[in-house]
């Protein structure tokens, strides 16, 4: 594994179901991140970890959660799906010293649909 | 609240010159960034600014102004595969990063 991989690449996925998309990385970032992109729209935030054993929620948290137990792994969960929850979904990492600035870094992305 | 501005789509010709520009409003500053996205692609890092003036980086360069919350990434010699969007994104302070919408650079031969 170099970088970031994500699974699946795409899925469609019946309303109510539970769903978990899958974020490995072989980096040793500390910080990961999930956003979402939807047409039209910028990234946007849905939850982020700083380290092992602790998340946040970002700009748009509701209808997911995300669990940090190890250094490498972040995966997001749709408890629930929606049909609004349909987009582009991205696992990102940075190297986080506290300072500020760092670049993250992006996996390929799963495509969401949610019927 | 937290703005970030950035026109939605340019045209450009290849082997010119194109300028994007991005406007921002947030609660802190600790940085831009911009970031280039193929279609159907993830996004990649280009560039990091932090004080003003300009950062140049081969074929691209990238400005900044904190006291006019004004930043462009300048592409030149367009190439085709230089056709992507091009995403501006402020780092808040607060451990996170606030994202423009992204222009859609489509280069014409």
């Known amino acids: 594994i170099a970088g970031i991989t994500q699974a699946p690449t795409s899925q469609i996925l019946a309303a109510g179901r539970r769903m978990t998309l899958r974020c490995t990385q072989d980096?040793?970032?500390?910080?990961m991140y999930w956003y979402r992109q939807d047409l039209g729209l910028g990234l946007r935030l849905i939850h982020y970890?700083?380290?092992?054993?602790?998340?946040g929620k970002g700009e748009v948290p509701d209808g997911y959660s995300v669990s940090r137990a190890n250094t490498d792994d972040f995966p997001l969960t749709l408890a629930s799906a929606v049909p609004s929850q349909t987009s582009v979904y991205f696992c990102?990492?940075?190297?986080?010293?506290?300072?500020?600035?760092?670049?993250?870094?992006f996996g390929p992305g799963t495509r969401l649909t949610v019927l | 609240g937290q703005n970030i501005d950035q026109p939605t789509e340019m045209t450009a010709t290849e082997g010119a010159i194109v300028q994007i520009n991005c406007t921002y409003q947030t609660s802190g500053f600790n940085g831009l960034f911009w970031y280039q996205q193929h279609a159907g692609e993830a996004p990649t890092f280009l560039s990091y600014n932090v004080l003003d003036g300009l950062e140049e980086k081969g074929r691209f360069s990238s400005f900044l102004s904190r006291s006019k919350g004004y930043s462009y990434l300048l592409l030149k010699e367009l190439q085709m595969k230089d056709s992507a969007s091009y995403l501006c994104?402020?780092?808040?302070?607060?451990?996170?990063?606030?994202w423009g919408a992204g222009t859609k650079l489509i280069i014409k031969p």
């Open positions: 994104a402020v780092d808040d302070g607060n451990y996170q990063l606030i």
């Open positions: 980096m040793r970032h500390n910080a």
């Open positions: 990102a990492s940075s190297d986080s010293n506290g300072n500020g600035g760092d670049t993250q870094y």
């Open positions: 970890s700083n380290t092992a054993g602790t998340t």
